[in-house]
């Protein structure tokens, strides 16, 4: 019994034993199917085939005494995989890698003496690994796209419009929203650039034998070292790889996990800010993610409209950032040629790190593409903080009336604590452009008030900005 259902544009699935252990909320709750494939035993192991195959047929075209038959044999059972005897090999041999080789030499008998030949665990394993590495930058590269794109219309679509800056989170000088959103792109475009290059970056292991010496190759082609060179330039070419790593213990070095964790966690750190940025505005009021129509935001307080997108990708984000440390000390502890202290371990964060990438930029994609801003609530706390901020620019508007600039600032200075205080202690509106006005002092600039006060005069380039 499986069953499929959605909400929230979330994508649950369940089985009639499901329920009775633990699943990863990474796959079972958010993840998208595609990223869930990629990392699936399915994925996994029909690539081990594929590998062999790869394998076999280079080894044949290089003069080692394949048949035709036997190849056709592998690849006639490429993807009908008896996980139930797999697992009941790997039961009883203690080995992952033995138990497949068995599992598809029941289902390839002419073929079985060649299955493997000459490879070492890490031949499947890890190129296996670098296959997944790179078809998952495949699947985040285009998300990341799509953010973007979305938050660069959102940053046009803004570029003119006045908010309050913050500096320390109190009001500081005027921005744009266009221009706040364009520190989110910014940021952004580094994180497409980190993927790009850990995603271009990638080589594959190839064919390197136990300890990376390829010897076992040598000796498979009675010492002709072009011979092997070429087999695993072939190998590299069949899995999609343009380049093999020159050199190898038993494993392809661990730092290549610590480049790719690193541009994903670096990602992580990214949409952090961006989304906490989001929900610090949605507690003013002047910015929401999008909200359903019948969306719940408390279950005690019907009138809340809780940030819950941005949230989630805060929750999901401090995971994938905290990530990055399996990955560092894994690099770190490897011994000599390999220890096998790795494998339990990536298993886990690499998957993880793709997992989360990929949920936080699917959520990112929907926050994006409906954010909503509200502008008169914007206007109404620029007209609260801007008098304190004119303050500068009424200055020098009474210094080109013929104003004393001492004298001036001293009036200022004494109106604006009477305004704050009024706002401080007695909880009233900022009024200092009244008493401004009141004052016969200011007299010769009152028809220039207005003028002086107008947002758009505080925002300086940020319009600018966002088109470069």
């Known amino acids: 019994l499986v069953c499929v259902g959605e909400g929230a544009g979330q994508t649950f699935f369940c089985g009639a034993d499901e329920f009775m252990k633990y699943r990863s909320p990474l796959v079972s709750r958010y993840a998208s199917k595609e990223m869930a494939y ?6 996994k192991f029909t690539t081990w085939r594929k590998l062999w195959i790869y394998l076999a047929k280079a080894e044949k075209a290089l003069g080692l005494p394949i048949t035709d038959a ?43 003496p060649i299955i493997h030949l000459g490879a070492t665990s890490c031949y499947v394993g890890d190129n296996t690994d670098l296959i997944m590495l790179r078809d998952g930058f495949d699947l985040l590269l285009p998300k990341l796209a799509r ?14 419009l006045p908010t309050l800056g913050f500096t320390h989170y109190q009001p500081a000088q005027l921005t744009t929203v266009g221009k706040r959103a364009c520190l989110w792109l910014q940021d952004l475009a580094m994180d497409m650039r980190n993927l790009q290059r ?40 069949m899995a999609g790889f343009k380049k093999a790593y020159l050199v190898t213990g038993q494993t392809y070095s661990r730092k290549v996990d610590v480049d790719c964790v690193a541009s994903l966690a670096s990602l992580g750190a990214t ?43 805060c929750s999901l984000a401090r995971h994938l950032v905290a990530l990055m440390a399996d990955p560092l000390q894994t690099a770190s502890v490897q011994w000599l040629e390999r220890t096998l202290d790795d ?10 790190s793709f997992l989360t990438a990929d949920i936080i930029l699917s959520t990112l994609q929907n926050i994006t593409e409906g954010l909503v801003v509200y502008p008169k609530v914007i206007e109404r706390h620029i007209r609260h903080e801007l008098p304190f901020m004119a303050t500068e620019n009424i200055i020098m508007a009474m210094v080109k009336a013929g104003g004393n600039r001492q004298d001036c600032h001293e009036k200022i ?31 010769p600039i009152l028809g220039q008030l207005d003028a002086v006060l107008d947002p758009k005069t505080f925002i300086g380039r940020a319009p600018q900005q966002v088109q470069m």
């Open 198 to 237: 850990a995603r271009d970056d990638l080589r594959f292991r190839g064919v390197k034998g136990t300890t990376g010496t390829q010897a076992s190759f040598l000796q498979l082609f009675q010492g002709d070292h072009d011979k092997v060179e070429e087999l695993d330039r072939m190998v590299t070419e």
């Open 70 to 112: 036997q190849i056709l044999e592998m690849e006639s059972h490429e993807l009908d995989i008896d996980f139930a005897m797999a697992a009941e090999e790997e039961r009883k041999l203690r080995h992952d890698v033995m138990a497949h080789v068995h599992t598809f030499a029941h289902c390839c008998p002419t073929a079985a």
């Open 413 to 443: 200075r004494v109106l604006s604590q009477e305004a704050a205080a009024v706002v401080k202690q007695e909880g009233g509106d900022n009024d200092l452009l009244a008493r401004v006005q009141r004052d016969p002092y200011f007299a």
């Open 38 to 43: 990629n990392f699936s035993d399915r994925k």
């Open 271 to 313: 949409v952090h800010k961006l989304c906490t940025d989001i929900r610090l505005l949605a507690n003013l009021k002047e910015i929401e993610e999008p909200f359903e129509k019948e969306q719940i935001g408390s279950s005690a307080m019907p009138y809340k409209r809780n940030p819950m997108r941005a949230e989630r990708c």
């Open 343 to 352: 494998s339990a371990n990536r298993r886990i964060s690499l998957p993880e």
């Open 147 to 160: 953010v973007i794109d979305r938050l660069a219309n959102f940053a046009e679509k803004y570029a003119d």
